[in-house]
């Protein structure tokens, strides 16, 4: 079994950065690609970010694209969202989700990944 457990969120204002990591435990995440999602109150919850094992390449949800920046250094902490010039519309809870190993390409939809965190507050004042 894996767990995951986010840090690094907080209260910033608008314009403002903040950078997630995700740490590992347990199970190796070997091979598993690695995203990030986010649900803010009363919504469903939506991609932000995601990252492929091996040659790390990325995608992200159009509303995040040039701000955020998802990067993983396949340790500890396996994976990072650096969030950078952060909008009040980015306050919501932030998870990260593992694939399963071998499940090495990063995809958008949440019924793929296997693995969840219990999810980091993210609030961005106006």
């Known amino acids: 079994q894996v767990q995951l457990v986010e840090s690094g969120g907080g209260l910033v204002q608008a314009g403002g950065s903040l950078r997630l990591s995700c740490a590992a435990s347990?199970?190796?995440?070997?091979?598993?690609?690695m995203g990030w999602f986010r649900q803010a109150p009363g919504k469903e919850r939506d991609f932000v970010a995601a990252i492929n094992w091996g040659v790390g390449t990325t995608n992200y949800a159009d509303s995040v694209k040039g701000r955020f920046t998802i990067s993983r250094d396949n340790a500890k902490n396996p994976v990072y969202l650096q969030m950078n010039s952060l909008k009040p519309e980015d306050t919501a809870v932030y998870y990260c989700?593992?694939?399963?190993?071998?499940?090495?390409?990063?995809?958008?939809?949440?019924?793929?990944?296997?693995?969840w965190g219990q999810g980091t507050q993210v609030t961005v004042s106006s």
């Open positions: 347990g199970r190796t995440l070997s091979s598993s690609a």
């Open positions: 989700a593992a694939r399963k190993p071998g499940r090495w390409i990063g995809t958008s939809n949440s019924n793929d990944y296997d693995y």
